[in-house]
């Protein structure tokens, strides 16, 4: 278990400590990393300017009972009535928000309409909401986000469930106005995601078969075997960076994005794509069909008990317990070190991060069942 | 051509092995472990790094057809004047000829000599006369060794070896056949089959063929700090092609307090990550053929790999449509094509200082990996005539990862 576990509470302290964990996996050391997805990666609907709530298939009157029914003033209510814009598009009845109410609801409010949009119109809500990564604003710092538009988003952002969230980009993006650059640099530093560099200590008492054989599972001993005489027969060479001993196709997406050429005409590649994919050599269409899990995992793998410990690279799948409906998967690593994309977006890189805060963006869930599944060697 | 005298080469070789291993065979000092290089300062910043022999998977060992043990040359020639000719055109003389084919076994088979050298003649070759002999043997590709001779990138044949279950007598056959590149960069090996004869079992001659055949990497990592960190650090890697967001990665990593350093996989593209170290698999066979330099170039940059080869008959279209030719200083990402005997043999991609990806041949014994430019070089200048040009990527800018 890791022997320090320190963090950076803000972003004036620069001395980050390395945290160590020793098990059967060897030694590793591993610190955080900030990633920002690259501008390619920006859809345009980023920079939209209008504040809009969909309320599906509600009608205007019976949009404004359920506002009022989760604690919305009778002063906004009429505002939004005045002020607002209304029309029923393809995905349901919209309403343009007016800065005035923007500006006015309470932080109660807007946890309250974030809970509602999450069980009525989950589609909606995925697309406004935004989780601010490590829970805090200390990715915002001054050379990337004016200290005004910082006290706006910390002003409009809430707290559902454990998660700082923020559903008010098209208001901050007004308040910037026409700077480009500072725009995209806005929404780079609300997208990044906080991720690990994972090392792998090595001197010249290490277990060179034991670490081998952790880390080879699946595929050839050979190329770690290589990789760890390399290390331990260099002077000045302690450790290297598990980039180097993880399987070819999580080498490729390691802190990269995914991209339109990953993508099928219905769906993007998710944390169940990263997590099928962890041995394979090259990525497969049909992963992105909408399929059941166990037509991906019953002939490659093995399922284990969850009690188990486990194997670098099991894939671990978390299910609603109610109906057994996919929540959530990833892959384990070493210790509490898993290798995840959190979600479909293409703003959403594959990281190497621990399991405690990978499930802090899944707080809604509540308790989950369980699955572990192992790859079969050569399948 | 800048030649060595044998007594010389022969002296940078062995003295490791002594230093290594005592007259009767005992150790007498601790191994020595290799060194951390450092790079030349540049606008990539502080680079570090060391090499990782990489050795070939079991798997893939076991599909390598063993030569044997027996020396064999190749000639194409239809008679013996012919091939005497070939030889002495070659640059051998009457004398070195003579030499090399004395008590020799011929096996004329068609318009080609299947010449079998005796071990004297392999073995007491004046380093001239191997060099001009072998280089003639590497045209013809029956010839696969002297085509494509195992390249030894030091002087230091201890250190080279080091991992390896090889053992001293065949290092030190090694030392002895060895002969320098015709650019002076490296030494080649041809006569792998001779140094066979020592291998007493299938195990120790697949442990002897592991080690001559391994190639070594470069693990290469960008040094920072908070004083160094610069924006042109995150330009020059970024390379212009906004690939990745570098510099929060970068700023990420001096946050760190023990004098950072990040490997620089992260910095690459996500195809060349995936394939970096990583000898070729079935599966990236799967369309046909392996990929080769050109496709390792070609897709540097690209999200998806393209299927193009060296030898596709649009390979020059598209490398004039796809990159520009460009002057020194090189930058990160610059195809290097080399030049000889007229045409381009190999093609890697620059990285930094004097680092490049390469994937030095097409078949499955050839991994990706970070390799000094010279030594690529040394690698494939079999003839001594390389020159470098090198073209950049042109605009629209590829898929980023």
Redesign the interface.
């Known amino acids: 278990m890791p022997e320090v576990t320190p963090s ?1 509470e803000a972003a004036e302290i ?5 945290t160590v964990t020793t098990g059967p996996w060897g030694t590793l050391e591993y ?11 920006f859809l345009q609907s980023l920079f939209g300017k209008t504040t809009v709530w969909n309320f599906g298939v509600l009608t205007e009157t019976g949009a404004l009972a359920e506002l009022r029914g989760i604690g919305f003033s009778e002063e906004i209510l009429e505002t939004l009535r005045a002020e607002g814009r209304w029309g029923r598009a393809k995905s349901g009845l919209e309403v343009t928000v007016p800065d005035s109410v923007v500006e006015s609801i309470t932080p109660d409010n807007r946890l309250a309409l974030a809970e509602w949009f999450h069980s009525n119109n989950y589609d909606f809500f995925s697309r406004i909401t935004v989780n601010i990564e490590g829970g805090d604003f200390s990715a915002f710092t001054e050379d990337k986000v004016r200290p005004e538009i910082l006290e706006l988003v910390k002003t409009h952002s809430f707290v559902r469930k454990g998660v700082l969230s923020f559903m008010d980009l098209p208001f901050i993006v007004r308040k910037i106005g026409d700077r480009e650059e500072e725009r995209e640099t806005f929404i ?1 530093t609300i997208f ?1 995601t906080r991720a690990l ?1 994972v090392r792998l200590l090595i001197d010249e008492t290490t277990d060179r078969a034991a670490i081998v054989d952790y880390w080879s599972w699946g595929e ?1 001993a ?2 770690v ?3 760890v ?9 302690d450790k ?2 598990i ?2 001993l993880l399987p ?2 999580p ?7 995914s ?4 993508s099928s005409v219905h769906n993007t590649p998710d944390c169940f794509w990263a997590s099928v994919h962890f041995f394979k ?2 990525p497969s269409p049909r992963v992105l069909d909408s399929l059941s899990i166990e037509h991906y995992l019953a002939h490659d793998f093995t399922e284990v008990s969850a009690e188990e410990k486990l194997h670098f690279g099991d894939i671990v799948c978390l299910l609603r317990p109610e109906d057994e409906s996919f929540i959530h998967s990833y892959v384990h690593i070493a210790d509490d070190i898993v290798f995840t994309k959190n979600g479909a977006s293409n703003l959403h890189p594959f990281i190497l991060t621990l399991k405690s805060d990978m499930m802090s963006l899944y707080p809604h869930e509540g308790e989950c069942k369980v699955r572990v599944f192992r790859q079969i060697p050569g399948r | 051509m800048r030649t060595i005298p044998s007594l010389l080469l022969l002296a940078m070789l062995i003295p490791a092995l002594s230093q290594r291993v005592g007259a009767q065979g005992e150790s007498v000092e601790p191994v ?5 290089s450092i790079a030349p300062d540049g606008p990539w910043g502080n680079l570090e790094f ?10 893939t060992l076991s599909s390598f057809a063993i030569p044997s043990q027996n020396v064999e040359w190749v000639l194409q020639a239809a008679t013996h004047e012919e091939m005497d000719s070939i030889l002495l055109v070659a640059g051998l003389t009457s004398a070195e000829i003579s030499n090399a084919f004395a008590g020799c076994t011929v096996i004329q088979d068609e318009d080609i000599f299947r010449v079998y050298p005796t071990t004297e003649a392999v073995l007491s070759m004046p380093l001239e006369t191997r060099t001009k002999l072998y280089r003639l043997l590497s045209q013809y590709s029956q010839n696969r060794f002297y085509r494509r001779p195992v390249y030894i990138n030091q002087q230091n044949l201890s250190d080279w070896f ?2 390896s279950e090889v053992d001293r007598d065949s290092i030190t056959d090694v030392s002895m056949l060895a002969y320098p590149t015709p650019n002076g960069q490296g030494f080649y090996l041809s006569d792998v089959a001779y140094t066979l004869r020592g291998a007493t079992s299938a195990l120790e001659e697949r442990e002897l063929l592991q080690g001559l055949l ?1 190639s070594s990497g470069l ?1 290469v990592r960008l040094r920072l700090s ?1 004083e160094s960190l610069t924006p042109g650090i995150a330009d020059y890697w970024t390379a212009g092609y ?4 570098v510099m ?2 970068l ?8 004098g950072s350093s ?2 620089i ?2 910095l690459i593209p ?2 060349p ?7 070729p ?1 079935t ?2 066979g799967a369309d046909g053929r392996l990929p080769d330099w050109f496709w390792t170039c070609y897709n540097f940059f690209r ?2 790999p393209r299927a193009v080869y060296a030898d596709s008959p649009d390979r020059d279209r598209l490398i004039l449509k796809e990159f520009e030719p460009a002057m020194p200083l090189n930058q990160f990402g610059d195809l290097l094509l080399l030049n000889s005997g007229g045409r381009i043999i190999h093609g890697c991609i620059y990285i930094a200082a004097d680092i490049v990806y390469t994937k030095n041949s097409s078949d499955i014994y050839s991994p990706w990996i970070f390799m000094r430019i010279q030594d690529v070089i040394g690698y494939h200048d079999v003839l001594g005539d390389v020159t470098i040009s090198t073209f950049r990527k042109r605009a629209p800018l590829p ?3």
Not at chain 1, 14 to 18: F, P, T
């Open positions: 950076a620069l001395q980050v400590e390395k610190y955080p990393v900030r990633l920002e997805p690259p501008t390619t990666q780079r990044s560099v050839r050979s190329r075997e290589s990789i005489k390399g290390v331990q027969a260099t002077m000045g060479v290297i960076d980039v180097h070819p196709l080498r490729r997406y390691l802190y990269a994005f991209r339109i050429s990953d050599r090259s | 020595a472990k290799r060194q951390v060391f090499e990782v022999p990489l050795e070939f998977p079991t798997e080091r991992g391994r693990i908070r906004k690939n990745k967001a929060p990665l700023e990420s990593v001096v946050t760190q307090n023990d990040i490997d996989a992260h996500a195809l990550r995936q394939y970096l170290n990583q000898f698999d599966q990236d999200s998806s898929e980023a990862p």
